[in-house]
């Protein structure tokens, strides 16, 4: 295999595992959330400061993704334990970390019954006060924080993250608009 499709290669597979992280925990917060999105109906705490909500884009922090988030960031970074840190690894860390957080939020809305797509895109959303052409501005900064801590770190890999990009939006289309198909089919209680 020549160096290049080595790299088209390596971005898939990471960019395929990635993206089944991002169904598998959207579909474990649709059981535990159903259609109140940001722990809206959770038995968890909130700290919704003015100051603290201008950070956040509007949304309080809770107990629940609190400690979601924390325990995600400790397992993306389990590999520096073996392999010692590096830039270049901390730069993959982080951009898959960035890439994986808004498409699972994605996942969430096309595979929740309560919501799906279409709702996603026309509807306000209480806990995304900005949206850009139908699209959370959280969504964005997203991206943006996966190349911008890649460039930071590690230059070289940008080509990288973009391919691992492009197949994780790819998956994240597709999957929507399975969702569409499926999700009206399945009984719920």
Known sequence: MIPNQAAVHGALAQGV???????LLAEVEIQIEGGGGWAEN????????????????????TGYHLYLFSFL????HLPLLFAGFSRAAEAQ?????FLLAF??????????????????L?????WFKTKILGVPLDYYMGAVFA?????????????HVAKLFAVIEALAV?????AALVVRRVPRP
Do not use: H, M
């Not at 705490?45 to 922090?61: A, D, F």
């Open 93 to 97: 860390i982080l951009a898959s970390y």
């Open 122 to 126: 026309r509807e306000p959303i209480w």
């Open 103 to 120: 498409n699972w939020d994605f996942q969430w809305f096309a595979w929740n019954p309560a919501w799906g797509t279409k709702r996603f």
């Open 147 to 159: 190349f911008l801590s890649t460039w930071l770190l590690a230059p070289a890999l940008l080509p």
């Open 17 to 23: 595992f990635l993206f089944a992280l991002c169904w």
């Open 42 to 61: 959770a038995p968890t705490w909130r700290y919704s400061r003015p100051w603290l909500l201008k950070l956040t884009n509007g949304k309080p922090v």
């Open 73 to 76: 960031i400790l397992i993306f």
């Open 174 to 178: 597709l999957s929507a608009g399975l």
